[in-house]
Nanobody, 111 residues
Framework: VQLVESGGGLVQPGGSLRLSCAAS????????MSWYRQAPGKERELVAR????????NYADSVKGRFTISRDNAQKTVYLQMNSLKPEDTAMYYC?????WGQGTQVTVSS
């Protein structure tokens, strides 16, 4: 199983980023996928989750209305669109699926 995140970076407050996670090594379309994040000194938290067919999503209260999780099963990729970013969104973001974690991509929100 391999999960490779991309799309992180430095963005100003109020800005947007789209994270991508390319999956391989398992039957992607059969698994729910999630994004987690961990900020320095804080516990890892679930940000968003999407079911295998993409019909249902769940979000942490802190990101509802600002973040959108989606997936393309043909491309074996899951996305996290992040809008109206805040400094408190600064963290390492991880893609999770099939019991495996990606290496993470850093998101920094700062002016």
């Amino acid at each position: 199983v391999q999960l490779v995140e991309s799309g992180g970076g430095l963005v100003q407050p109020g800005g947007s980023l789209r994270l991508s996670c390319a999956a391989s090594g398992f039957t992607f379309s059969r698994f729910a996928m999630s994004w987690y994040r961990q900020a320095p000194g804080k516990e890892r938290e679930l940000v968003a989750r999407i079911t295998s067919a993409g019909g249902s999503t769940n979000y942490a209260d802190s990101v509802k209305g600002r973040f959108t999780i989606s997936r393309d099963n043909a491309q074996k990729t899951v996305y996290l669109q992040m809008n109206s970013l805040k400094p408190e969104d600064t963290a390492m973001y991880y893609c999770v699926g099939s019991g495996s974690w990606g290496q993470g991509t850093q998101v920094t929100v700062s002016s």
